[in-house]
């Protein structure tokens, strides 16, 4: 450890600015509160002391002022901020405390103390003056004292930690193979608040421990520009996939909207015109039903009304040309990008609006044709006045046209956030709505879209407030698994995928429009980078390799077989969902592409031997 080293100096100048070595926190209790105090140590020369009659030696030190992030604490308050060897400090020139020390060493070592103060006591300064001291308790230019006036020095030290954090423990191995949801941790410890990031390939994924990594969609390519130039700020793409990686984007350019084709997703045809706008198109978003036909919802000022109104195109020869807009809603103003065909062949749309008190509530609308559309329903009136937004719409295995949002409540000047799911099976009553299970901590989410994938199982899009980008998995929409993190992304996405393709999404940055690719690569590298309050850093890396592994009878994808497997097989034998936010389909024992009774028996022989 670096010391504080002191020497003289004329009163009323300030010394040279010395470094003072942060020691880390210690904890001590008071009145049944827990306190952390910063430890410092400081080292001065023997010629800055008095001797005393009794052998010891001694300085008086008075604290003069001690200046932190937030300002400064100055005389009197500074009794309650420092102390020198656990002892009160006092701002006159008679009370200072008297630190001593035993024989004649050539120097000394003295500590001071501080409760915190501000947000950390790194890179904080604490100003004080040294005077020796005889042991008469006087100052040393009383004329009792026997020493010489050394006239006092003033000092100002920082306090500095140059001792990186601690990375132990972290439950990857190099070079291991994994699968499934894979836990990622460790034991990140130093004595300053410490933040932690979490990367895969360089992308960022997570900024705290523990994370669990969703090897679904193990990695992304890096983004590449399919759109230049003015695109309207502040309205997101939309992409769909007809299988493999055939792909169709809309966006908003210059006012007008368009769709863009590409066989491939590298190779795109010219910009085809949907619509030109009545005043201001906004928020489109585009669908492929099952039948190949593509549709396009937006909004535009509807000129009868002046309403930002509800309009749908739509396309049979794969975009090449588009029917002229029907308007779906008219007298609200609707604010919504959610649109989905059910399995009977109805349109269905969500959005949220403004009553006249201004208050926001959940509402669909529906068409058997995509022309002729009826009346909204209301799903949230929301009359506790939260303010609810964001809607998406998805059908479930059962039929159920569920509708997610966002409710956002004001407690005590704090905004707390959940998802809210609300159902319904004849598009006219909509049940109570109910909390989705993430996030549990009530912090910032901003639902973006909702796809099924090729196998079936349904992803939520998710934003949170630091811009990272999420996917989280449900075969039911009831049950909920790990986020998938997309890592560091400048705008919300959207997501589509196909059996016979990777995944694909778009997104607006700027004035272009992005897209990104699911990788096929299957060695990864996970980095955890550890960075304290003073800039001191450490990083451990590891290579994994993540392998398409088939083990039979894993129903919950963990990569092992054990009871929960076979009660979930159960549940799922008499019930039709497993309870769990997704199910490994490759654990089929008979290979009768279903999970049930077969495999409830062979996991219990499996976990019997």
Known sequence: MDACAFSEGAPTVWEAERELHYQGTETYSSGGTTFYVARLLCEIPSAAFGSRADGKRAIWIKPLRFQYDQG????????????????????????????????????????????????????????FYVR?????????????????????????????????????GLTLENNATVSGNVRVSADVSDADTTAVTVKINGKTVSDALPFVWNTTIPAWHDPIAVVTGAVAGGHQPSIVSAGGSELWISYIQNGALYVRHSADGISWDSPVPVATPLDMILNATLLRDASGTLW?????????????????????????????????????????????????????????????????????????????????????????????????????????????????????????????????????SWSTPAPVSYPADG???????????????????YTVLKGYAYLVPSEDLT?????????????????????????????????????????????????????????????????????????????????????????????????GTPGIGSVNKAADVNRDQRIGIEEAAYILRHISR
Request: proline share 4%.
């Open 479 to 575: 049950n909920w698994g790990a986020p998938a993190a997309l890592g560091e992304l400048a705008a919300p996405l959207s997501i589509t995928h196909t059996a016979n393709g990777p995944y694909w999404g778009c997104y607006k940055s700027g004035n272009e429009i992005y897209l990104i690719g699911s990788s096929s690569e299957k060695t990864h590298t996970i980095t955890i980078y550890a960075e304290d309050a003073s800039g001191n850093s450490v990083s451990e890396t590891v290579t994994v390799t993540v392998a398409d592994v088939i083990i039979t009878g894993d129903i919950d994808y963990d990569g092992t077989v054990n009871l929960k497997d076979a009660l979930l097989a159960l549940k799922i034998s008499c019930h």
């Open 72 to 127: 400064e604490v100055t005389s009197p308050d500074l009794s309650r901020v420092v102390k020198v060897e656990g002892k009160s400090i006092r701002d006159d020139d008679t009370r200072m405390p008297e630190v001593t020390f035993d024989g004649a060493d050539a120097a000394g070592n003295f500590e001071f103390s501080f409760p915190p103060v501000g947000s950390s006591h790194i890179n904080q300064t604490f100003y």
């Open 296 to 428: 396009c919802a937006y909004r535009d000022y509807a000129r009868d009304d002046y309403r930002m109104s509800l309009f749908v195109s739509s396309s049979t020869d794969n975009g090449l040309s588009w029917s002229a807009p029907a308007q779906a809603t008219s007298g609200i103003d609707v604010v919504g990008h959610s649109l989905i065909r059910a399995s009977d062949s109805t349109l269905w749309y969500t959005f949220y609006f403004y009553d006249e008190n201004w208050n926001t509530e959940i509402a669909v609308v529906s068409s058997s044709d995509g022309t002729h559309w009826n009346q909204p329903v209301i799903v949230d009136p929301n009359t506790n006045w939260d303010s609810v937004d964001t809607p998406l719409i998805a059908e479930a295995p059962d039929g159920a046209i569920c509708v997610f949002y966002r409710k956002t409540a004001y407690v005590d000047g704090e905004s707390l956030y959940e998802v809210l799911k609300s159902m319904s099976t004849d598009g006219a």
């Open 443 to 461: 912090s910032y989410i901003y639902p973006e879209n909702i796809f099924q994938d090729g196998a079936g199982n349904y992803w939520m899009v």
């Open 132 to 168: 020796a001291n005889d042991g008469d308790n006087e100052r040393t230019d009383d004329a009792s004292s026997t020493i010489a006036d050394n006239g006092g020095a003033y000092y100002a030290v920082s306090i500095i930690d140059e001792t990186p954090p601690t990375i132990e």
